[in-house]
């Protein structure tokens, strides 16, 4: 049983910085790995970006070199710094978890909406 909840979307203008945060309970984060999804209006859910705790971070093409995922695993919150922001930013964004590599992922936050403005 893991809870996800996302915070810190908002409004900020193109080439601005946001940093989103995802708190989990249920389970700690060493157990799981941890991933961002966004959906823009009319598109469908993309990848952004992943956190292994064995591993190197994955992201998405779109987002390499802007957006930097991080975990706590004292306080189970995994991180989105995202920088440079552009419009085609915008999208809610998803925080979610799996137990394995090999899993889908099965544990989703409700969102939290990203606007980027030109």
């Known amino acids: 049983q893991v809870q996800l909840v996302e915070s810190g979307g908002g409004l900020v203008q193109a080439g601005g910085s946001l940093r989103l945060s995802c708190a989990a309970s249920?389970?700690?984060?060493?157990?799981?790995?941890l991933g961002w999804f966004r959906q823009a209006p009319g598109k469908e859910r993309e990848f952004v970006a992943e956190l292994a705790w064995s591993s190197r971070p994955s992201y998405a093409d779109s987002v390499k070199g802007r957006f930097t995922i991080s975990g706590d695993n004292v306080e189970n919150t995994v991180y989105l710094q995202m920088n440079n922001l552009k419009p085609e930013d915008t999208a809610d964004y998803y925080c979610?978890?799996?137990?394995?590599?090999?899993?889908?992922?099965?544990?989703w936050g409700r969102g939290t909406q990203v606007t980027v403005s030109s």
């Open positions: 979610a978890a799996r137990t394995s590599i090999l899993r889908p992922y099965n544990y």
């Open positions: 249920g389970r700690a984060f060493s157990t799981l790995l």
